[in-house]
């Protein structure tokens, strides 16, 4: 039988990077933030996001307008029940299309949501963890323009560290060097492949 490992944890922890080190590893990896990204900018989802939104969902070269987007679905949780009832769908018909394609016996699934939807594709879960202060840092780190702010903003509408934590998922380390991450995730590997 094959295998989906779903990599998952909070914004900033470092899914990511353990993403990257399983890709460069020769594992089939399939990010769905990128994807999600990927696929709002065509159709059908991209005619979909401007009917529920509008046209300001899109910037004038049509990449999407990521700040607006974030100002939507932040201060209005209709709203973004509303995006993700057309996002993620598409993103699940993505990941079988790209499943079906895939030969390897097993394939990592990068996910921020895994354990918040409840994904049942998932043979093995491995929950990238590190302090809450670290995730924040990095965050800003990557995105010097968003406020400290919108930074807790969208850290609090994730699940918290304990919630993620009661899951039964593989805990990686990733608090301290890249070397204690990869030793924490050959360690993973072991137990789940």
């Not at 899914?15 to 994807?35: H, P, Q």
């Not at 409840?118 to 043979?123: A, E």
């Not at 400290?148 to 805990?171: F, G, K, M, V």
Request: aromatic share 6%; hydrophobic share 40%; glycine share 4%.
């Amino acid at each position: 039988m094959r295998k989906i490992v779903c990599i998952t944890g909070g914004m900033g922890s470092g899914k990511s990077t353990v993403a990257r080190l399983l890709f460069e590893a020769g594992f089939a990896v399939y990010n769905s933030d990128n994807r999600a990204k990927e696929l709002m900018l065509e159709e059908p989802l991209r005619s979909q996001i401007k009917l529920l939104l509008g046209s300001s969902a899109y910037a004038k070269d049509g990449t999407l307008n990521r700040q607006f987007l974030a100002d939507q679905i932040f201060t209005h949780p209709a709203k973004k029940s509303a995006l993700e009832a057309i996002v993620h769908p598409a993103v699940l018909a993505d990941f079988e299309s790209w499943f079906a394609r895939s030969k390897a016996p097993v394939v990592f699934k990068e996910s921020a949501l895994t354990l918040e939807t409840g994904d049942r594709s998932c043979t093995a879960v491995l929950l990238v963890d590190c302090p809450v202060d670290t995730r924040f840092k990095r965050v800003k780190l990557r995105n010097p323009d968003w406020s400290n702010e919108e930074i807790q903003a969208r850290l609090d509408h994730q699940q918290t560290d304990a919630q993620r934590r009661n899951s039964e998922a593989i805990l990686l380390d990733n608090s301290g060097a890249l070397e204690t991450l990869k030793e924490s995730l050959d360690q993973a590997l072991a137990k789940c492949i």
